[in-house]
């Protein structure tokens, strides 16, 4: 989740432009940061708490056809 976490956070630094800087005393900001976050580690809490659920399947590769997946349709 750290990997996710830097990438996301170097997206919204504008790159290594130097020329914007993020007020995280921002109401606006600190909400475009945590939609940004959640919308990228959504995906991965999905796969791991199916992963805790199925009982260990590697549901990485699965999908809803595969017979080693649960089923529930919670990866996409």
Known sequence: MREIILKVLSEVACGNTG???INLQSESAQIMIADKLEKELTPHIRL???NVLCGGSD???CDDDDDSCC???CHG
Do not use: S
Request: aromatic content about 0%; proline content about 0%.
């Open 71 to 73: 089923g529930g349709g």
């Open 59 to 61: 549901v990485a590769d």
């Open 48 to 50: 791991l708490l199916e």
């Open 19 to 21: 020329t914007c800087q």
